[in-house]
């Protein structure tokens, strides 16, 4: 508890950091409401913010915008039937046929308490479970960490997208392209093509803002031009606005349940907010009495997936505080953040910068409570907003705030031509179906795994042995193979099921 009261002091004591959790809160919401712009490009666009803050403040800003921003895709999914992240699909089966019974306003109210209660719960395990985690993770050394990444690479590669084929393709490919630089043993450099300005490897940002800014613009440009702009009829009823305190009470054990399911399903790497609301939303009709009336327009419909895929937040930092693994994306980034201010990410972090670590927990906690309180009451003025701004004029003005962006990072043209390629990379990842997230995820933890593996094999007397001597290890390399081979089986059976029908 004293560390929880040394955190919410630090972020008190820092009036930036308040005001930029505040912002982070608001842009999420914004940003995640509109269709296909997702919290993580908002968080690419604003990296190079970061550059010039102090940790604190700069995670902080990208940990609450990450937060708000998964909330707001439910404001465009119950509003005009039309997802703003992934992680709300499974929120407008019912967010959608309440507005069109005229409860747009109470299904509003009911994700933003949804969202606030799960993720809430999820920011209580992550406080109290990483702690206890990383006492048993201090005790790992160079094999075991080559262990733990390689699953992770197995299993992210593996879960993350529909086909395992192309989620290990996408993660060996940001894998392969994290190792262009200067050889971190020899200090050789590899790939560099003979340019000079990858002597150090590809910059995050204008990868980053490549893969999901982008390339989404060219997916909104496609969009636009095979569509044309669309009126979007925005129904609100004063009526079916309320969210009586009775309705409310129901609501608290679906919340409850959908919370515990999207923490669990967060610890695990590569599976996510988008997992977790359908897990949720299945296991919570399944339950109900009346689930026939499901996708129907039912308030518990709304509940539980927006508290399981908020859930998921706090617990995916989790394998990145604890191991130096990234659970999802958005953790991805951030482990970029710590990166440029010097900080290591793993079990000692705890111990070297306990002020940091728990400030940025609190600032989780007031975020909740911020993109909560702008959700309950702001939520109808947001999807008006949308309603207004139509794709041909928002993701223009995008795509020159992310070239703006890439820019400034080192004022390098050459960063500009890394973002396009990117971009346009993304943009066919998109098209054919090679996830975007398990990329990154590869491309960040490769580093850390070479130097795990060949500190490794300077440690040992018996070559390759070495990872056959610890019990941790050789888990590690079992899970990968059973995730595989379960996975492989699952995509057969799915094809054959396919080829029949």
Not at 104 to 125: N, Q, R, T
Request: proline content about 6%.
């Amino acid at each position: 508890m004293s560390e929880i009261i040394l955190g919410f002091s630090t972020v008190f004591s820092e009036p930036l950091t308040l005001g930029l959790i505040l912002a982070g809160a608001l842009c999420g919401v914004l940003v995640g409401a509109l269709p296909g712009l997702t919290a993580a490009a908002a968080i690419a666009l604003l990296f190079p913010l970061t550059f010039h803050l102090e940790p604190l403040p700069a995670l902080a800003l990208l940990y609450v915008l990450g937060k708000a921003g998964r909330y707001g895709g439910s404001i465009s999914a119950i509003l005009f039937n039309t997802p703003g992240t992934a992680a709300s699909a499974a929120t407008m089966l019912d967010g959608y046929p309440m507005t069109r019974k005229g409860q747009a306003g109470k299904a509003l109210k009911v994700s933003a308490v949804a969202s606030a209660f799960g993720d809430f719960l999820g920011e209580l395990l992550l406080i109290f479970g990483a702690v206890k985690i990383a006492v048993f993770t201090k005790t790992l050394g160079p094999p075991e960490y080559f262990a733990i990444m390689m699953m992770a690479f197995v299993v992210i590669g593996s879960v993350v997208g529909e086909s395992v084929v192309k989620g290990l393709i996408a993660t060996a490919t940001g894998g392969f392209l994290a190792l262009v630089g200067t050889d971190p043993i020899s200090g050789y450099s590899r790939m560099t093509l003979g340019f000079p300005q990858l002597e150090d490897g590809f910059t995050l940002v204008p990868l980053l803002i490549g893969l999901f800014v982008f390339a989404e613009v060219l997916v909104q440009a496609e969009m636009v031009h095979s569509k044309g702009d669309e009126d979007v009829n925005f129904r609100s009823s004063r009526e079916g606005s309320r969210l009586p305190m009775p309705e409310f009470l129901r609501l608290v054990p679906t919340m409850f349940r959908s919370s515990v399911i999207g923490s669990l399903i967060g610890m695990l790497p590569g599976l996510g907010s988008s997992v977790a609301c359908f897990v949720a939303y299945g296991e919570e009709r399944r339950r109900s009495k009346r689930s026939g009336e499901w996708g129907t327009g039912v308030p518990e419909g709304v509940a539980a997936p927006e508290a399981a895929n908020n859930a998921v937040s706090g617990p995916s930092m989790i394998p990145l505080l604890t191991l130096g693994i990234p659970g999802s994306t958005i953790a991805a980034i951030l482990i970029g953040v710590f990166t440029i201010h010097g900080i290591q990410v793993g079990p000692m972090i705890f111990d070297r910068e306990p002020a940091l670590v728990f400030g940025l927990f609190s600032a989780g906690l007031i975020g909740i409570l911020a993109y909560g309180l702008i959700g309950y009451f702001g939520a109808p003025l947001v999807g008006r907003m949308i309603a207004y701004l139509p794709p041909r004029i928002i993701y223009p003005f995008v795509f020159v705030t992310a070239f703006s962006a890439v820019y400034s990072g080192n004022n390098s043209v050459f960063d500009i031509g890394v973002a396009l390629i990117f971009g346009v990379i993304g943009y066919a990842m998109r098209k054919s179906g090679f996830p975007i997230a398990a990329f990154i995820i590869g491309f960040v933890l490769a580093r850390g795994a070479e130097e795990a593996f060949r500190q490794s094999l300077l440690l040992s007397d018996n070559g390759f042995g070495i990872f056959l001597e610890r019990p941790v290890a050789i888990a590690c390399f079992a899970i990968a193979a059973l995730v595989s081979v379960l996975r492989g089986a699952q995509s057969l059976r799915r094809t054959k099921s396919h080829a029949k029908t």
